[in-house]
């Protein structure tokens, strides 16, 4: 059975795997700037034989590695970014190993490493002789930047069949909804300073255009359909109330289920705009610094993916350290409401819940956004959560740092399974492929997509980060990593 394959091919890694979960977490790299990590999943990845194309879609830390060079070909993705301010120990108690530093709140280090598990494992099985090839694509920049848009730009998902991926979380199901889609805008105002109280008609206030446009999102709210989210911060507004403020911006977002709704909408947005200039007098840009897309579910990977957490059974975390970050979490009863009623004992009981269930999402749109979207209008995706962290633990929270860079590996692991499971079973189970892009055929396929970013956007500019100068060691020496390749 293939998921015994899977199974041995992820254990004989445990050591390696967990190691360079920890490496990465304690590299924490932000957006765009995750050199450490690209380096040190290229290296695996060229090591173990893969052909890996690094900087795809104009991504300098963004990179596609192939295994073998038959059909069908499935893969996963990893991401590797962390979180600006979240430093933190892997222990109980609230404490940053940096003040202000970075850290990985969202187990983006459990995540790279994860799908990196699997992808070795499915090259074991084509080495055993399973047909096909398994393509593991390297997405920086989830947290801020939307890398993947990019990347899609780039076609680094063009010529996949089928791909499997996840999150880390705190339950192992998989993930079978939709969420939203979402424009950015950053919105520049320029207006002409002058003294507040001597020359007041000598001015004219950026600011005011800004609150004019914000004034008219407030309305707007009221005459959108109602799954429509604006939402806006003024990220400069001036600097002494004695001075006419000169110039004004505002970052703002909307998110809608629907490209084309979010699309119609913008397009009242920038007209709002305009038409706040007119009212201040004052000149308005309107830039747009990110577009996505909803995720597009597949039922039949979900159905596939939750089929391969059975098989696998529960895992068990042997750490008092486990229990610690449980008792360190607030009240978790409002997160772990989200089970069903028969789970939540055990959820509230355990430190870790780690009994496979079914998707909590099945037919619904969540109010997220994320730029694995783009990705599952391409090719058809598979989505999953396993439980890295203690029943209950947020997303972007202290606890989540501790646990992805301590207890989480088992979760990784489990993920690492899954998904190499899953990927395996697409690959000897050509009907169960086919109904798989037959249901995204039937859920609109992939010729209407468009990235919703233009082709002159620069991903580096737009987040206002240097592009870094990033030259995989891996890639610096090919014939040295072959042979070593050669010798496992
Ligand atoms: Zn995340």
């Known amino acids: 059975m293939e998921l015994e394959t899977v199974d041995e091919a992820v254990e004989a890694r445990r050591d390696d795997l967990t190691d360079l979960a920890r490496d990465v977490w304690?590299?924490?790299?932000?957006?765009?700037?995750?050199?450490?990590?690209?380096?040190?999943?290229?290296?695996?990845?060229?090591?173990?034989?893969?052909?890996?194309?690094?900087?795809?879609?104009?991504?300098?830390?963004?990179?596609?590695?192939?295994?073998?060079?038959?059909?069908?070909?499935v893969g996963t993705m990893g991401e590797f970014d962390a979180l600006p301010g979240l430093s933190q120990e892997a222990s109980a108690t609230k404490k940053p190993i940096e003040e202000g530093g970075n850290g990985h709140g969202c187990g983006h280090n459990l995540f790279g490493v994860g799908s990196l598990g699997a992808a070795l494992a499915v090259a074991d099985a084509i080495d055993g002789g399973v047909e096909g090839s398994v393509v593991y694509v390297g997405t920086p920049a989830e947290e801020a930047g939307s890398g993947k848009v990019y990347m899609a730009r780039g076609g680094a998902f063009d010529d996949i069949d089928a791909m499997v991926s996840w999150h880390p979380g705190w339950y192992n199901a998989p993930t079978k909804g939709s969420?939203?889609?979402?424009?950015?805008?950053?919105?520049?105002?320029?207006?002409?300073?002058?003294?507040?109280?001597?020359?007041?008609?000598?001015?004219?206030?950026?600011?005011?255009?800004?609150?004019?446009?914000?004034?008219?999102?407030?309305?707007?709210?009221?005459?959108?359909?109602?799954?429509?989210?604006?939402?806006?911060?003024?990220?400069?507004?001036?600097?002494?109330?004695?001075?006419?403020p000169?110039?004004?911006?505002?970052?703002?977002?909307?998110?809608?289920?629907?490209?084309?709704?979010?699309?119609?909408?913008?397009?009242?947005?920038?007209?709002?705009?305009?038409?706040?200039?007119?009212?201040?007098?004052?000149?308005?840009?309107?830039?747009?610094?990110?577009?996505?897309?909803?995720?597009?579910?597949?039922?039949?990977?979900?159905?596939?993916?939750?089929?391969?957490?059975?098989?696998?059974?529960?895992?068990?975390?042997?750490d008092p350290l486990a229990d610690e970050l449980s008792d360190a979490l607030r009240d978790t009863s409002d997160q772990i409401a989200v089970l069903p009623e028969e789970h939540r004992d055990r959820a509230a009981e355990n430190a870790y819940f780690t009994e496979p269930i079914d998707a909590l999402d099945a037919g619904t749109t969540g109010s997220y956004s994320t730029d694995s979207g783009d990705v599952s209008q391409i090719v058809p995706l598979g989505r999953m959560t396993t439980a890295t962290w203690p029943a209950g633990t947020p997303l972007h929270?202290?606890?989540?740092?501790?646990?992805?860079?301590?207890?989480?590996?088992?979760?990784?692991?489990?993920?690492?399974?899954?998904?190499?499971?899953?990927?395996?079973?697409?690959?000897?189970?050509?009907?169960?492929l086919a109904e798989v892009v037959a249901e995204f055929e039937d859920r609109g396929g992939k010729e209407g997509y468009e990235p919703a970013m233009p082709e002159d956007a620069d991903p580096y500019e737009l987040l206002g980060v240097d592009r870094p100068d990033f030259e995989p060691t891996a890639d610096a020496e090919p014939e040295a990593t072959a042979g070593t390749a050669d010798d496992d």
């Not at 000598?202 to 255009?209: F, H, I, K, Y």
Request: glycine residues 10%; charged residues 25%; negative net charge.
């Open 26 to 73: 304690e590299h924490p790299q932000t957006a765009f700037e995750e050199t450490y990590a690209a380096d040190r999943l290229i290296g695996v990845l060229a090591e173990r034989g893969f052909d890996v194309e690094v900087g795809v879609g104009d991504v300098e830390t963004g990179f596609v590695a192939r295994y073998g060079d038959g059909d069908p070909v």
């Open 397 to 432: 929270s202290w606890q989540a740092v501790a646990a992805s860079g301590s207890t989480g590996t088992e979760g990784m692991l489990y993920a690492s399974k899954a998904i190499g499971g899953t990927l395996l079973r697409l690959l000897t189970d050509r009907d169960l």
């Open 246 to 318: 000169p110039e004004a911006t505002g970052e703002y977002l909307v998110r809608a289920p629907s490209r084309d709704l979010v699309e119609e909408v913008s397009a009242w947005f920038s007209r709002a705009a305009e038409g706040a200039a007119l009212m201040a007098d004052v000149d308005v840009e309107v830039t747009k610094t990110s577009g996505v897309y909803g995720v597009r579910p597949n039922e039949t990977l979900g159905d596939a993916v939750r089929e391969t957490m059975d098989e696998l059974g529960s895992f068990s975390v042997d």
């Open 179 to 244: 969420c939203l889609a979402v424009d950015s805008y950053e919105v520049t105002v320029h207006g002409e300073s002058s003294h507040a109280a001597a020359s007041p008609e000598a001015g004219r206030s950026a600011l005011d255009g800004l609150q004019l446009l914000n004034t008219a999102v407030e309305y707007m709210r009221e005459h959108v359909p109602d799954p429509v989210r604006l939402h806006y911060v003024i990220t400069e507004g001036g600097d002494a109330a004695n001075v006419v």
